[in-house]
């Protein structure tokens, strides 16, 4: 009756096979360190300087503006940004083809010409172009 060095043919394989879990890992350890630095990188942009003829004026135009202290502005008229969709929203119902120009200063940030422009759009301003001097870019 001596032990036998040998296992029992019977018995359940106890070993996990993890070499297709150590492919599957190196495969996505791959792509992570290819992508990762692409999600955190941001694109630098140099904006030339433009040369563009002025706009024929056949009609009175309608300018928004905001300057550097936030001000807003329909033509030479003083608004809180409070009730600029209100006086939007009039003007899209008064006049709704009327061609509408938003000046900026160069200072404000670029979330408040977002929020203004939005304003337009739900108003129901069909078309607003952006105002700029011409050769003004650095």
Not at 26 to 34: D, Q, R
Not at 77 to 86: H, L, N, V
């Amino acid at each position: 009756m001596g032990m036998t060095g040998g296992s029992d043919s019977r018995a359940p394989m106890g070993e996990i096979n993890v070499t297709p879990l150590v492919d599957v890992m190196l495969v996505l350890l791959i792509i992570f360190m290819v992508t990762a630095p692409m999600m955190n990188a941001g694109v630098d942009i140099d904006l030339p300087n433009v040369e563009a003829p002025p706009i024929s004026q056949t009609e009175e135009q309608l300018i928004l503006a905001i300057d550097k202290d936030l001000n807003y502005y329909i033509n030479e008229s003083k608004f809180t940004a409070e009730e600029m969709p209100a006086r939007l929203k009039a003007i899209s119902e008064a006049n709704p083809d009327q061609p509408v120009f938003l000046k900026a200063d160069g200072e404000v940030p670029y979330r408040e010409v977002a929020l203004l422009l939005a304003s337009a759009k739900i108003a129901g301003i069909p078309r607003v172009g952006l105002v700029f001097e011409p050769g003004a870019a650095e």
